[in-house]
């Protein structure tokens, strides 16, 4: 993988984990009775009558089975969750103070991010009511790159083991090829939803 795609993943990973932080005590929905969707069309809840959905949940079930690039950012998810599994809750604050300086900084970061947007207390109350009222679109704007790119990623990956297994005749031939058109499979979905040219077209299922 070059280095600004690592670069870029990261800066993507982080974006999410500010928006976790800051917002991880929100819910949000599409209206009245509506359920929402993952970023592969399926159904968060299963539930006709789930109006609202927690944040977190969302996130869980959308980064459920991906690894973060970014270790001390893939620590804090992990721990995040973790937590969430067992109390259905968040202390955030709880964090500056964490017995790993390296989290407790990145903490500190993530939240200064978002108060840094604005020096003055009106502009920045302006900004955070704009932020809840359009809450659902960032938060699926910035998961639905990050799977876009991190598709990416995998699929290249499976790609080079799918020529190697090949140029050895590998048994395992068969069963990468199955992952490799899974993944492909997955990015078309997500690229039909953030509009990403040439999604629907599959220009990725190429060997």
Avoid: C
């Avoid at 900084?105 to 200064?112: H, K, M, N, P, W």
Wanted: proline share 1%.
């Amino acid at each position: 993988m070059k280095s600004f795609e690592k670069l870029e993943l990261a800066s993507q990973e982080k974006e999410l984990l500010r928006i976790l932080v800051n917002y991880h005590d929100r819910t949000f929905g599409e209206g009245e009775g509506a359920i929402l969707k993952t970023s592969t069309g399926e159904e968060i809840g299963g539930d006709t009558e789930v109006e609202r959905i927690p944040l977190v949940d969302f996130f869980r079930v959308e980064l459920q089975g991906l690894t973060f690039e970014n270790q001390v950012f893939e620590q804090l998810k992990y721990e995040f969750f973790s937590i969430y599994d067992r109390v259905e809750k968040l202390n955030i604050h709880h964090y500056l103070n964490h017995a790993d300086k390296a989290l407790g900084r990145l903490i500190s970061d993530l939240l200064a991010d978002t108060y840094e947007m604005s020096p003055n207390w009106k502009k920045y109350d302006a900004l955070v009511s704009e932020m809840d009222a359009n809450l659902e679109r960032t938060v699926k704007d910035a998961m639905y790159h990050y799977k876009y790119r991190k598709l990416d990623k995998l699929i290249s990956e499976n790609r080079e083991r799918l020529q190697k297994a090949e140029e050895a005749k590998s048994e395992e031939m068969d069963l990468l090829l199955e992952t490799y058109m899974h993944l492909i499979g997955l990015k078309r979905a997500i690229g039909q939803r953030i509009g990403t040219e040439g999604a629907a077209r599959g220009d990725d299922a190429v060997l």
